[in-house]
């Protein structure tokens, strides 16, 4: 691991980078992607093989090579976000289940695979809208005590749509052990969640996976719900992430000599587009246009931005809030959108600084 | 017009339902169903014909008898909404342009048309998604003093989408003539705006329309920018909706019994569901889940709700505040969002009323 990944979680490892580091580059490079397992990382063998069945299919297997020989290789630039990235900050309106995760747990990669859609249509699976695709990993997951396979389903619809792939390389590298290698899914702009790594099998399916992980868990639910009263049954299954921003430097906390300062950080819409982040400098009194970093030609991707300011000595504070291509904005708070889960914190992101 | 009808502006004539009588059925009456006009209603002859031109295209002119007999009649349910709605409760932070909507710049109706991407195979049309669709009516408009008939184009793949209709009738009644009669284009889930009534002409185009409907209003801009900097070749055009919610009824100001109440209004957010609706009576301090009066099949169709209360004496205070199903919220103020032409004004809606 890079010394520059802070350990959320020794077991299962769960780590994410330093915002700093984490927004220097368009690509976030192996190393510096934020890592969410559910169980130790599996060790696969050379001739691992990923099973395709369920309902109207005709049941096959695919060897890593295999795959790469039978279909068109693809190329997606998408973001991955784990569903409780910013977690921290609802954990200040009120204590939450799940790892204290900083903006940190998202990365934006170029994933190298094949089309989950060639796949489907090569083993003659129906395209019917109400169908569901399940994905197992070789990831063995503890959930309310109960071991399981690590699984989790995406509707169908998604499941075809171009862009989902079986990938085995992140950034022309193949994947590292834990990124799933030798093979994961990547579902672009869905939470992190439903791209399962080491993946062992895929099944058509007419309901969703009775997985833990997707019947027991990343579900969205409203305040009055509680750990001990929740109906897994319910609430919103977390697919689709909403838009946010975050600042990742200078870092919350930091100290910073006076004068110039670069703000940095990203923007994320799902399928929409950015069309403005705006800064403040003064905690939110007066607001600033960044400047983009990156083109939006990457459709899945992030959008780096940056503002130039000039900070006054004393103790400052940051504010940043994105809004996308159809002028929907950011909750401002927290505490209107915290749920016990601690997941989909999308309010405006704050830094406090330290000039000197 | 209905007695139900508030105006908001005599010439052009711009009106909008009472809220109560908005949110009592599913498809909205075209005697309730806001009309905003940019100029006098046009009187079109019986043998008004469509001219269809453009880049690549055959030039071609259709009657709407032509129409129905060359194309498949398609129907789809659908919103269609002022970029202005809600500006009132932009109005209340500071003064802005434009006519003073409350809830009711919206209505949903059952729309009955052809597609336009079906005109446009039979013209030859080009589907390079860096083209433009523009749409002419038969109105004239005053921009900033100067005259021109109404115009906005929209970009190619939303012009091929399926449900974009040229359309002449409402809920199964040949159009009005304040809605658009003989033919309208309707543009689900994009502001009114795009939908040009009294169809003259559609032109393939490789720019945005230049007529100043398109060219010169209807974009958004950040807080900073007033009627004397705005530099219009800037800022958003306002196309996709974004995620809102309004109570409907009770009325804001509105006297009632002491005792039970229904709180009653709708959800809209663009081409996404709504997760859920929660209602406030006591300001925001405890929230309550509302229940859907409408099953989600019509994609573009709003969600009513309501929500079964028991309102104690005195002033008391309703809020609503909608999810979408990527768990996007709204933003809570109508100050982080206000703009001086008053458009998208997506914050939490409020209505106080007196129980006595």
Known sequence: MSEQMIERSPDPYNAEPEPGALIEQFLTPQALFYVRSHGPVPDLPADHRIEVSGIDVESRSFSVEELKSAFPTRMVTAVLQCAGNRRTDLQQVSK??????????????EWTG??????????????????????????EVDVEGKEAPFGVSIGMAKARAPDVLLAWAMNGEPLAPEHGAPLRMVVPGYAGVRSAKWLTRIEVRDAPSDAPIQAHDYKLFPADVTSETVDWSQGLTINAMPLNAAICSPGSGESLPAGGVRIEGYAIA???????????????????????ADDPEARWGWRRWSLDATLAKGRQHLVVRAFDEAGQGQPERPDTMWNFAGYLCTAWHHVHVLVE
């Open 270 to 292: 799902y399928d929409r587009g950015i069309s403005r982040v705006e800064v403040s400098v003064n905690g939110g009194r007066d607001w600033r246009q960044a400047t983009f």
């Open 96 to 109: 939450t289940s799940g790892d204290p995760w900083d903006v940190g747990a998202i990365g934006n990669a």
């Open 114 to 139: 094949v089309h989950l859609a060639d796949v489907l249509d090569a083993v003659g699976a129906p395209g019917a809208s109400d169908l569901f695709v399940a994905f197992t990993g070789a990831d």
